[in-house]
C-alpha cells in the first residue's frame, strides 16, 4: 500500500492519512495493519490513566520533555470524551501540550472515545503501532478518566501509570474499581495539596494486601507536575519497571497475552458486524428478533437454539462466503 510505504518512510503527512483511516474504521484497516506488522514491536508503550483533573496530561508533557532530552521521539495518543456535537474529541490534549506541538520528534494525536466503555477507543491499539511503526521509540496512551471501566488500558500499554490526586475523593473509589491490579506505578500528583500524605498512605496500605509479583513491587511517588518536581524521579521509574520486565522475561510474555486478546476481540467484533447484517437480511432471524422483541420467546433460550441449529449457522456462512 502507498500510502504505508510513504509513511515507513518517514512522511508525517502518510502517518497522518493512516491514522484518520483507521479512525474511521476504513476498508483497508486489515490491510493497512497486515502491511506494518513486520515494522511493530519497537516502540515501548506507556499507559497513562486516572480520574479527570488530576494533571495527566501535564505529566505527559514533563516526561516526554525529559524523553526528547535524551534523544527519544515520543507518539502521544491523548483520548478525550467525544463531544455530543461534531463526534470528536473535546478537550484536545495539543492544547496542554503545547511545547511540543512544533517538535518533530513528537507526534500528538487526539482522539475521541466514541462510545467505548473502557476508557480506550478501538482505534487507539491500532493508532499506537502505527507510531511503533512509524519509529517512535515511546509511545504514550493517556485515557480519559472514566472510572470503573478504565481498564482497557492494560492490554496497551506496557508500564500503566495511574494518577492520582490529594482532595479528589477518588483514591478509595480507584481501588474498589480495581486499578490497584493493574497500576504498575502509582502517582499522586498535586502533591503540594494538603492530604497528600494520606492519600499515599492509603495506596500503600492497599498495596500490601495485594502484591504485583516477585519481579516487581508497585511504587507510589508524589510529583508536582505543574512545577516540574518529581518528574526526573518518575522517569527514572518507568525504566526501571521497564527493565525488571525485560529481565523477568515478562514483557514478552505480556505482550503475547495482548496479542492473543486483541485476537479475540478483532474476530469477536467482525462476529459482531456480519451478525448484524445476517439480522436485518434472515428471514429466519428478523422472524425470531420479532418474537424476542414482543417478549413472545426468551433471548437466551432462543440463542442457545439457533447456536445449537448446525444448518442455519452452515447457512449463514454460505451467505457470508457470498457476500465477500
Not at 33 to 45: E, N, V, W
Not at 163 to 179: E, F, H, N, R, S
Not at 266 to 273: K, L, N, P, T
Request: with cysteine; net charge negative.
Amino acid at each position: 500500500m502507498e500510502l504505508v510505504e510513504k509513511m515507513l518512510g518517514g512522511d508525517e503527512r502518510s502517518l497522518s492519512r493512516l491514522i484518520t483511516l483507521v479512525e474511521r474504521d476504513s476498508r483497508e484497516v486489515a490491510r493497512i495493519m497486515r502491511d506494518i506488522c513486520a515494522h511493530t514491536g519497537r516502540a515501548y508503550y506507556l499507559g497513562v490513566t486516572g480520574p479527570p483533573g488530576s494533571g495527566k496530561s501535564t505529566l505527559v508533557d514533563r516526561l516526554t520533555a525529559i524523553a526528547r532530552g535524551r534523544g527519544l521521539s515520543v507518539g502521544i495518543i491523548a483520548v478525550d470524551p467525544t463531544s455530543p456535537f461534531t463526534g470528536g474529541a473535546v478537550l484536545g490534549d495539543r492544547i496542554r501540550m503545547q511545547q511540543h506541538y512544533l517538535d518533530s520528534g513528537v507526534f500528538i494525536r487526539s482522539m475521541a472515545t466514541r462510545g467505548s466503555l473502557g476508557g480506550l477507543p478501538r482505534a487507539a491499539r491500532r493508532v499506537a503501532k502505527l507510531l511503533d511503526a512509524f519509529g517512535k521509540d515511546i509511545v504514550i496512551l493517556e485515557t480519559v478518566g472514566v472510572g470503573q471501566t478504565e481498564l482497557d488500558i492494560v492490554e496497551a500499554a506496557d508500564t500503566t501509570m495511574v494518577v492520582l490526586y490529594p482532595g479528589g475523593g477518588d483514591a478509595i473509589q480507584t481501588m474498589k474499581a480495581g486499578l490497584m491490579e493493574i497500576a504498575d506505578i502509582f502517582v499522586v500528583n498535586k502533591a503540594d495539596r494538603s492530604g497528600a500524605d494520606q492519600v499515599v498512605t492509603e495506596i500503600e496500605a492497599m498495596l500490601s494486601l495485594t502484591p504485583k509479583g516477585s519481579y516487581w513491587q508497585v511504587p507510589v511517588l508524589t510529583t508536582q507536575a505543574i512545577n516540574n518536581v518529581g518528574i526526573d524521579e518518575l522517569y527514572q521509574e518507568i525504566e526501571r519497571h521497564r527493565n525488571a520486565l525485560e529481565s523477568s522475561g515478562q514483557l514478552s510474555l505480556h505482550r503475547q497475552e495482548q496479542l492473543k486478546k486483541e485476537l479475540v476481540k478483532a474476530i469477536e467484533q467482525g462476529v459482531s458486524e456480519q451478525l448484524s447484517r445476517l439480522m436485518e437480511k434472515d428471514r429466519n432471524l428478523v422472524v425470531l428478533s420479532e418474537k424476542v422483541g414482543r417478549g413472545e420467546i426468551d433471548p437466551y433460550a432462543t440463542a442457545r437454539e439457533i447456536l445449537g441449529n448446525q444448518d442455519m449457522l452452515k447457512g449463514w456462512l454460505l451467505k457470508l462466503e457470498k457476500e465477500g
